[in-house]
């Protein structure tokens, strides 16, 4: 029987902060083109740091999805979306701060991928990443693979971002990473933010019998518990286990 | 320690000490040491504001404070703001004393820069007149800094930034430095940064040293014995993001710097590692 997609989003802001407060983004689509299906995934994060970043990560995580982002002209894709970004702010008659912001653009990261199902029993996929947000490939109770990062000390440096303002990505095309591969049915794949990402890190070095506290995240509430808890408990480096951020989680299941 | 989240719930502190008196008139580089402060205070309280602007206004992170001394000592912001000590960082970012447009040279994308005509905020203006009673300012400073952290008693403590030619005419500083120094939120002790423009022609530029071995008088080397040992997270900043490599006996003094190196060692000060 050929695979099948299913998938569940959740996300939550950093705790102090309101709903409408909440600067990650998620986004996904489903296009078929002869005998091939497309599902595109995508999340983003939008840097605390900067204005409107919750705009600039949506516009980022929809493109992906829309299938506008070419990483082999990454500056072409990015010019298109500043040009919609400047057109959602109302510039008009702004405090001086405001404009300063506009000016310096926004900044957020990306992370996307998509899988090509056909009548195979596999499926094979491409990822991409620009910046900390991640991806794992989930076997069993195992992440048998993550990207684009190599440890847990990679998520204490800061992320090279993707800005609105062009000035800022010049040496962009260098830190686009890149991930192929295939996936079987029973593989999970989770997308990411940086806070949750380094936290499933931490803990799975631990005891790996957190995947199975992932899996059973059920709905909205679960998770909203779950992320409540765990930005309470301290590791014992005495730093909290879960940074207290915006956080975001796409679960893709094959079957 | 010094590990408290900076939110809107629970803001910090920063307070600025600028040195007003005659001897500011002298000249610094090419303007006068005054106007080189005073700029340096516009710029720093700029990006402090564009650090807490969001998409839908001010976060009010920070609660902030100048005092100036001189001829007189008390608050130095002018306008509306004038006469208050400590004020929520929106109020600032909403009451400058005049807006100025200058142009500002911006990366074009391609490698060159473009002029871009910006709005530029401006809160104080130079002033160079009377004595130099830095004790006095340090005990105004001590009175508006302990209601803070009894208020803020769980806060990131606050940040003393006081920018002076040192030569105090007032008696010897150094126990009302220690005082504020003493003041302290369970986050940790205040942290006084001395940014000190030397007029002796020994004066070398330095930042953050650990030891005072290369001062050149009494005037520099009292205000380094005062300024307090820089934060892992400070030094962390320093040596990432400004290629300084510092030693973690780092202290928060800068000697005769120029404006960048200013506005740098301000960055330093004024990076908290957990802003929310």
């Given amino acids: 029987m050929a695979m099948q997609i299913e998938s569940e989003y959740f996300s939550l802001p950093k705790a102090g902060n309101r709903k409408d407060e909440y600067e990650d983004a998620f986004n996904s689509s489903i296009f078929v083109h002869k005998d091939t299906a497309y599902y595109k995934f995508a999340i983003a994060d939008g840097a605390s740091e900067s204005s409107f970043a919750d705009i600039w990560a949506d516009l980022l995580a929809s493109g992906y999805c829309n299938g506008k982002f070419d990483s082999k002209h990454i500056h072409k894709f990015i010019s298109k979306l500043s040009k919609a970004w400047k057109r959602k702010l109302n510039a008009g008659d702004l405090p001086w701060y405001a404009q300063e912001k506009l000016n310096s653009g926004a900044f957020s990261t990306l992370a996307g991928i998509t899988f090509r199902l056909t009548d195979a029993s596999s499926a094979a996929f491409d990822a991409v990443a620009i910046g900390d947000s991640c991806i794992f490939q989930i076997r069993g109770d195992n992440i048998i693979a993550f990207f684009p990062l190599g440890s847990v000390e990679d998520f204490h440096h800061r992320p090279v971002l993707i800005s609105s303002n062009a000035a800022n990505n010049i040496h962009l095309q260098a830190f686009v990473k890149k991930w192929s591969g295939t996936a079987q049915a029973g593989d999970s794949f989770w997308l990411m933010t940086d806070a949750l990402a380094c936290w499933l890190l931490t803990r799975y070095e631990e005891d790996i019998s957190v995947i199975k506290k992932i899996y059973g995240l059920a709905r909205e509430h679960d998770f909203i518990y779950f992320v409540q808890a765990e930005r309470k408990l301290m590791c014992p480096g005495g730093s909290f286990y879960l940074r207290n951020d915006d956080v975001t989680l796409i679960r893709v299941n094959l079957v | ?276």
């Fill in chain 2, 1 to 276: 320690m010094y590990s408290a989240e900076i939110s809107r719930s629970n803001p910090s502190c920063f307070l600025f000490m600028i040195d007003q008196s005659g001897s500011m008139s002298d000249p610094f580089g090419a303007s006068t040491k005054a106007e080189s402060v005073a700029d340096a205070i516009n710029r720093l309280l700029q990006n402090l504001i564009i650090k807490c602007a969001k998409s839908e206004g001010i976060r009010d992170y920070y609660h902030v404070g100048v005092i100036g001394y001189g001829a007189s000592v008390g608050p130095a912001f002018g306008g509306v703001l004038a006469g208050k000590e400590l004020v929520p960082i929106s109020e600032i970012a909403d009451h400058p004393s005049r807006l100025e447009k200058r142009l500002k040279k911006i990366p074009d994308g391609a490698g060159g820069v473009v002029d871009q005509l910006v709005k530029f905020p401006v809160w104080l203006d130079p002033v160079a007149s009377g004595g130099t009673p830095i004790c006095q300012a340090m005990d105004t400073a001590h009175t508006i800094l302990s209601q803070w952290v009894s208020e803020y008693a769980h806060c990131f403590p606050p940040v003393v930034i006081h920018i002076t030619d040192g030569e105090s005419t007032d008696g010897d500083p150094t126990p009302a430095m220690e005082q504020i120094r003493a003041l302290a939120t369970d986050d940790g002790n205040i942290l006084l940064f001395n940014l000190h423009i030397s007029s002796n022609p020994n004066a070398v530029n330095l930042s953050f040293p650990e030891t005072s071995d290369e001062l050149p008088d009494r005037y520099s080397r009292m205000l380094y014995e005062s300024s307090s040992i820089l934060t892992p997270f400070m030094i962390w900043v320093a040596n990432q993001e400004h290629q300084l490599n510092l030693s973690d006996r780092a202290r928060g003094f800068v000697l005769n710097a120029d404006l960048t190196l200013v506005v740098q060692a301000l960055d330093i000060g004024t990076r908290p590692a957990n802003l929310r």
